[in-house]
Every structure is written in C-alpha cells, then in structure tokens.
C-alpha cells in the first residue's frame, strides 16, 4: 500500500540549532513530495515541493528538504530554528489513480517545538 | 485574494442531525478534496472532485456525501450526524494536471454530542 511515515510525534530543538523533521514513503513509480505546515487554528500551508531534478529542494521561511530514493526519505531541515517555527508539519506525497485523477496521502504530522 | 473559503467555522451538533459543510474556492481549479484531521490520525481523505461534475470516494467515505455544484464549490454533507464524526473538517482545491500542491481553506470544527 501507497502510505508516508512521520516516525517522530513530537521534535524539540533549541532555537539557533538546526532542525530535521523526518518522512519516508512507500509509493509506487517517481513520488511527488510536499512538505506543509500548519498553526493553531488554521488550515495546513505549503512549504515546498520535490517532483524532480535537484534532491535538495528550498522552500518558505528557509526550510529545504532532502529527497533520497534510495532511502525512500524526504526529510524537512533548517539550519537556524526559530521559536516561530513551532507548529504541526506534515508530509505528502501525490499519487496518480487510474483514472488519471490525483490523490494526496499524508503523514500523520510532526510537532515541532522550539525552545527559546 | 481569498483562496479556499469554508463555511461554517464552527458547528455543534447532536446525534441523528444532518448539516452541510461548504467550500468554495476562487482560483480556477479543477481539483477539490474533503479531507478530516484527527489527533494522531493526520489528514484523511473523505471525498473528492476531480473536476466538476465527477466525484469519487476517498478513504473514509461512510457517513458522508458530497455535491460538486459547480467548479468553485463543493460541499460535505452529514445525513445522520455520529459522535465519531467530531473532527476538524478542510477542503482543499489543486489543478489537475499540474505538479501542484494542495491549498486549503482554515477549517470547520465539528462537534457531535
């Protein structure tokens, strides 16, 4: 079965260190990835995006992720956090169906916390 | 511009009462999706619309129906309102055919007693 693993519930990184909120995936053919984050109260916003090409992938606010197909990984990073940062990160990955139509499977989501 | 636009934000029902959610987006997409987030559960796809006058059934279809009335709206409905359906409730819309991603509205939070 096509699904995406967030295997961490909750990260905690101390504001200025670098951050890494990790996702696998298990999909069938080349994955379409997104990274998207979501504060209190509010609908789930974009970051970024790997459909091809170039493995490290920037996005909004300084993030970037990582593709790597051989570990079937697409793991979220920042080289500074900010206490801003702190929300609910999910991981996407866009299938194709059958019927030429699209499908999104998301992860189960990632607390980040940073500590000022 | 106002995006993907949800109504209403907040809902109590009781058992047995039907209501509909609605959603409405401005971009010209193609694409809209009912998704419910659940603590621990992430997002998971209801129903969704691949264009106007198609829709399809998604991973937790029991209980709901939707309505693709037109290419700017689609709405949820609860025929028979369950305590299992409290959850918060997005629409989303993407354009079909393009490497794009999903943009959503802020949510409707539902609670059934």
């Known amino acids: 079965a096509q699904s995406v693993a967030q295997p961490e519930d909750q990260v905690n990184v101390a504001e200025g260190n670098p951050l890494t909120v990790k996702c696998t995936y298990s999909?069938?053919?080349?994955?379409?990835l997104f990274w998207y984050v979501q504060y209190p109260n509010r609908g789930l916003q974009f970051l970024l995006k790997y459909i091809t090409g170039d493995n490290l992938v920037k996005g909004s606010y300084g993030f970037e992720a990582e593709f790597n197909k051989s570990q079937t990984s697409f793991h979220l990073k920042k080289p500074s956090a900010l206490v801003s940062d702190s929300a609910l990160y999910f991981c996407a990955v866009r299938i194709v169906l059958v019927s030429g139509t699209y499908k999104y499977i998301f992860g189960t989501g990632t607390r980040l916390k940073v500590l000022a | 511009n106002a995006g993907v636009t949800q109504t209403p934000k907040f809902q109590v029902l009781k058992t047995g009462q039907s209501m509909t959610l609605q959603c409405a987006q401005d971009m010209n997409h193609n694409s809209m999706y009912w998704y419910r987030q659940d603590p621990g559960m992430g997002l998971r796809l209801i129903y969704y619309?691949?264009?106007?006058?198609?829709?399809d059934k998604g991973e937790v279809p029991n209980g709901y129906n939707v309505s693709r009335l037109n290419k700017r709206e689609f709405s949820l409905r609860l025929e028979s309102a369950a305590p299992s359906q409290t959850s918060v409730y997005f629409c989303a819309s993407s354009e079909t055919g393009y490497t794009g991603e999903l943009f959503f509205g802020e949510g409707s939070r539902l609670t059934v007693l």
């Open positions: 999909v069938s053919g080349n994955p379409y």
């Open positions: 619309s691949a264009s106007e006058g198609t829709t």
